[in-house]
């Protein structure tokens, strides 16, 4: 079962027909234009918001995430005056992802640089190479092997220094 954003009401606005200036222009009545004045003054917000509260972070974040976030936080966190806030949590979401993609392709490029497929090792990548397409009129048309039934699938084998 799936919980419902609204707990189980149905949404609506609270701006109400108030939200189109047309429906403004018709006529409001004396308690419409309290209504709509105090709606206006609900919008602003004071000049402590947002609110930052850390016990916020502490309930979202499980953690190990907190444990991997802690030193980009850390260093943003004594950039954020020189930066300005918005900079600053742009350039670390920013940091973070670039991060994690470059550790990603070095990962992968040092598991097929190390973990190949040959004769000496029952697992890893076996990365095979199929041969180029000739057709007729191409050089080298019919494209004949050399190989002897002895060459094929060695894994590497028959190169191999012993």
Known sequence: MTESQTGGVKPMAIAGRMVR???RLLGMST???AWRAQWIKD????RHEPVFVPELIQARLNPIRRFYRAPLDKIFTLLTPVLGHSKALFLRSLTGKFLM????VY???YYFKYNSNDWTRKGGWRVLQSKAAVNKGDPGYPMVTNKKPADYATRGFQSSPI
């Open 107 to 109: 990962l992968t490029a």
């Open 21 to 23: 200036e047309r429906e």
């Open 31 to 33: 308690e419409e234009r």
């Open 101 to 104: 993609g470059f550790g990603g």
């Open 43 to 46: 919008q602003r917000l004071a």
